[in-house]
């Protein structure tokens, strides 16, 4: 992995894959950046520059856990820009890299070409998803051979109890085969230090942020899953029509990782998009 220093001082580490135009990925999380991969083959037709968030794989643990802060990742994110040499980038977020992205993009907007959204977290901009929304999105899986112990512990969670993870991870993925089951999604690599700081007081100004985001002139793609239990297409449409060139795109079928459900129909919507 590459590496170059955030404003802070704190090393921080990036892979690049593939050849052609740049396009900047954020991933979500917040966790390192490995579930990624190469975005479904997305690494054959652009250069994927994928960062890991600071105190995650390859990058370094920050001195002042307060820099975890998502706005404050932002920096970390103009630091790369310019590390590597940029005038403008194209960006991607994925779920909660997603509100890292349109941070971004609030405060850099210059630097921008396009932005594309995969499954983002709306909290940036402060989308509520209830758990009801969740609920009823979950009960179209109701077939599905895993569902009855799937949806009573979705339902502890909706209510208000534990969260057990790896018992409501078929609801975040199209198809519950060897592939879901087995990819890194399903066991993120982060630390607690980031996960709590990401949300820490000050994290978000979601007017400020859909304030900037109504200003943008670029091109913005929002991308859902059909099936995304975590970013569902209802709050996806909101969102996308926050940017005035704002386009929404739902994949039939998919859940909160669509590249993994189904790479050729991602692809041909993001490329189509990015071309």
Known sequence: MATFLAADGTRLAYRMLGDGAPIVCVPGGPTDSVYLGDLGGLSGYRRLIVPDLRGTGGSAIPADPASYRCDRLVDDLEALR????????DLLGHSAGGNIAVQYLARYPARVRRLALACPSPRAVGIDITPAMRLELA???????????????????????????DAIAPFFWGRWDEAARHHPGNRPHTNPDLVEGYLADGAFDPPATRAALAAFGGPVLVLAGELDMNSPPAPMAE?????????????????????????????????????
């Not at 310019?82 to 980038?89: C, S, W």
């Not at 009960?139 to 993870?165: K, S």
């Not at 929404?248 to 071309?275: C, E, I, K, M, S």
């Open 82 to 89: 310019v590390h590597l040499g940029l005038d403008r980038i």
């Open 139 to 165: 009960r179209q899986r109701e077939a599905e051979p895993w569902f009855p112990a799937a949806y009573a512990a979705l339902r502890t969670a909706a209510g208000g109890g534990p969260a057990d993870r």
């Open 239 to 275: 969102y996308a029509a926050l940017f005035p060139h704002g386009t929404l795109a739902v994949q039939p079928g998919a859940g909160h990782y669509p590249w993994v459900d189904d790479a050729t129909r991602f692809l041909a919507v993001l490329n189509g998009f990015l071309d």
